[in-house]
């Protein structure tokens, strides 16, 4: 059964920062890239950061420098941690496959809220 269970959003002043964590299931973690997403009110999903099973990574130049995405392939879980945080980074935040779209299950996401 596909599953993902994100956790550690909040709420948090610009230029603090937060770690999230992705619970996924075996089958969307075993060997295969996996990835951040958010989706702010009124706008389309967007991929945030990337990591091989080997642990290569890759981010999207709006968090590139401030967020670190990592995994931990014994607990097929993944993580996002987010520095330096702006407003402009408010969304809810989803773990999943890279290449993940519409037709694939998604978890409930954690919202994540940074205040000027």
């Known amino acids: 059964q596909v599953q993902m269970v994100e956790s550690g959003g909040g709420l948090v002043q610009a230029g603090g920062s937060l770690r999230l964590s992705c619970a996924a299931s075996r089958s969307i973690f075993s060997y295969n890239s996996v990835g951040w997403y958010r989706q702010a009110p009124g706008k389309q999903r967007e991929l945030v950061a990337h990591i091989s099973f080997g642990g290569t990574t890759n981010y999207a130049d709006s968090v590139k420098g401030r967020f670190t995405i990592s995994r931990d392939n014994a607990k097929n879980t993944v993580y996002l941690q987010m520095n330096s945080l702006k407003p402009e980074d408010t969304a809810v935040y989803y773990c999943?496959?890279?290449?993940?779209?519409?037709?694939?299950?998604w978890g409930q996401g954690t919202q994540v809220t940074v205040s000027s």
């Open positions: 999943n496959r890279l290449g993940a779209g519409s037709f694939d299950t």
